[in-house]
């Protein structure tokens, strides 16, 4: 299994930008499907986006779509998500995630390595 460290996380105000990067060891990172997730106090985990292995397919959850972008560096094992025009509803731990079929992204139980996350607060 590859072994999964989430880092970028912080506090910022509303409208502002952030980029969490999720560095990854451990066997064959390059074939694997990378996912990114978040949970806030009190309610279910939840996707935001997943990228494949072998080319630039995304996948985004519709409260992200078009403010976050997710990448990755497959020579330098690194998943990235870039986000922008962060509201106070984006606040939560976020993880990075790895393994699912492509066709269950969404589902954090089709994943098979976890990080162990990084807390990110929007607040003026």
């Known amino acids: 299994q590859v072994q999964l460290v989430e880092y970028g996380g912080g506090l910022v105000q509303p409208g502002g930008s952030l980029r969490l990067s999720c560095a990854a060891s451990?066997?064959?990172?390059?074939?694997?499907?990378m996912g990114w997730f978040r949970q806030a106090p009190g309610k279910e985990r939840e996707f935001v986006t997943a990228i494949k292995s072998s080319d630039t397919s995304t996948s985004y959850a519709d409260s992200v779509k078009g403010r976050f972008t997710v990448s990755r560096d497959n020579a330098k094992n690194m998943v990235y998500l870039q986000m922008n025009s962060l509201k106070p509803e984006d606040t939560a731990v976020y993880y990075c995630?790895?393994?699912?079929?492509?066709?269950?992204?969404?589902?954090?139980?089709?994943?098979?390595?976890w990080g162990q996350g990084t807390q990110v607060t929007v607040s003026s």
């Open positions: 995630a790895a393994g699912p079929p492509w066709q269950s992204v969404w589902r954090a139980e089709s994943y098979l390595s």
């Open positions: 451990g066997r064959t990172f390059s074939g694997y499907v």
